[in-house]
């Protein structure tokens, strides 16, 4: 089976931090995405990358950068954290190619104080 | 955004068959129909996709109507792990966005003992 593992799923920042949001997985996927999940308004995507050191922007990418320096690993980062930004932070990867089932970690809620 | 209509809720009993519908008026005729459950305190976890013709996997069945501006996801046998959030997702083809899965607010699913 797919895994898609985060690095913390609580975490607790100050506004104006630089937070590092972690996420491996190992099935060798081309495709890796970072979405927000909050009541009300369902997933969001915040970014998305088709291959190493690839990334293209999706709806909400304002406030958040990415890096992808290796294939199994995709990093989101929040460069100056704000309240707004306390969420849960979900990553995907997939195959590349059409209509790839994506496959989810269990999330990171993150709490910005 | 490609749109789906669903219910917000619906409850079932244990080892009966469950039938959550969707409507998606809008989809395309290249569009897949996707499926994807959120369990409590966990990701989104894939379930089923297809195109025109009705699929089967372990999980579940997905039902397509021969207009497909809708469907229906078939639990036969429901039980208590089942109780989730379902979404019913149609992908679109359109773009450089066809990687975008948009979540709605999907039907959340009871299940009694």
């Known amino acids: 089976d797919v895994k898609v593992t985060q690095s913390s799923r609580y975490l607790v920042k100050r506004t104006g931090e630089k937070v590092f949001l972690e996420c491996v997985q190992d099935?060798?996927?081309?495709?890796m995405f970072w979405y927000r999940q909050d009541p009300g308004l369902g997933l969001r995507l915040i970014y998305f990358?088709?291959?190493?050191?690839?990334?293209e922007k999706g709806d909400i990418p304002e406030g958040y950068s990415v890096s992808r320096e290796k294939k199994e690993r995709f990093s989101l980062i929040l460069e100056s954290a704000s309240t707004n930004q306390t969420s849960m932070y979900l990553c995907?990867?997939?195959?590349?190619?059409?209509?790839?089932?994506?496959?989810f970690g269990d999330g990171t809620r993150l709490s910005i104080l | 955004d490609a749109k789906t209509t669903q219910p917000n809720s619906m409850e079932s009993n244990e080892e009966e068959p469950v039938h959550l519908p969707c409507n998606h008026s809008?989809?395309?005729?290249?569009?897949?129909i996707h499926w994807y459950r959120q369990l409590p305190s966990q990701g989104p976890e894939y379930v089923i996709h297809?195109?025109?013709s009705n699929v089967n996997n372990r999980m579940a069945s997905l039902a397509i109507a021969e207009d497909r501006k809708s469907s229906t996801l078939i639990l036969h046998r429901a039980t208590l792990r089942d109780a989730a959030v379902y979404y019913c997702?149609?992908?679109?083809?359109?773009?450089?966005?066809?990687?975008?899965?948009?979540f709605g607010k999907g039907t959340l699913l009871t299940v009694n003992p």
């Open positions: 099935m060798d996927h081309e495709n």
């Open positions: 990358s088709y291959d190493v050191k690839m990334k």
């Open positions: 297809g195109l025109t």
């Open positions: 995907a990867s997939s195959l590349s190619g059409f209509n790839q089932p994506q496959h």
């Open positions: 997702i149609h992908q679109s083809s359109s773009g450089g966005s066809n990687y975008k899965l948009t």
């Open positions: 809008t989809i395309s005729g290249t569009d897949y």
